[in-house]
């Protein structure tokens, strides 16, 4: 089979597995009043590990999942997971992130990305929800689980994901150099 193939059969199985995930047992979980969210998590990681566009199509199919799941406005959460999954996808594009804390970095700052963008559609759509320091402290609360939770995440997508991943030619370079091999710089 292709490896485009693969890599889309895999994400598809990750997405359904991430929503079933947090539909039925992570967010019947509470932690200091509030739980975590585990699909921004996924779309973010996913993002680092196989790009813009990639995560950008699961975070839109992960989105109309959980919208679907739970009975909510159709394409709110696909537009907050989109977002979260090209930056995080942009994010490997540009800088190549390589130190063990990005994934608990990249999942803090998910995390907080998606608590304050359901929170701002939720406004700009007129839902009658008073914005007060409950709101920020449930918002801070919830990022701060999240990101607990992020570390063993990254673990299972990188886990179910990086067999169907094509090789990177810069890491496979730079690998090379940094593992004695013979640097141009050395020659005659």
């Known amino acids: 089979m292709p490896t485009a193939t ?8 990750l997405g359904l597995l991430a929503v079933l995930l947090q539909v039925s047992a992570v967010s019947q979980l509470t932690v200091f009043g509030t739980n975590a969210d585990v699909v921004p998590l996924v779309v ?4 680092l590990l196989a790009g813009t566009v990639n995560a950008a199509i699961f975070g839109f199919v992960a989105g109309l999942f959980i919208d679907t799941a739970l009975i909510g406005t159709l394409g709110l959460s696909s537009l907050v997971y989109v977002a979260i999954g090209y ?4 994010l490997r594009e540009l800088r190549d992130p390589q130190s063990a804390l990005v994934p608990l970095a990249v999942g803090a700052v998910a995390s907080a990305a998606a608590a304050f963008g359901f929170a701002l559609m939720q406004f700009l ?3 009658e929800a008073p914005v007060s320091f409950e ?9 701060l689980v999240s ?3 992020a570390l063993p995440v990254y673990a299972g997508v990188r886990r179910g994901l990086l067999p169907a991943l ?3 030619p810069r890491r496979r370079r730079r690998r090379a150099y940094t593992t004695g091999g013979l640097s141009p710089l050395s020659r005659p």
């Open 6 to 13: 693969v890599l889309a059969l895999r994400l598809t199985a």
């Open 44 to 47: 973010a990681f996913v993002g």
């Open 87 to 90: 930056g995080a996808g942009r």
């Open 125 to 127: 759509l007129g839902a």
């Open 135 to 143: 709101l920020i402290r449930q918002l801070v609360v919830a990022t």
């Open 147 to 149: 990101t607990l939770v």
């Open 166 to 168: 094509p090789d990177d």
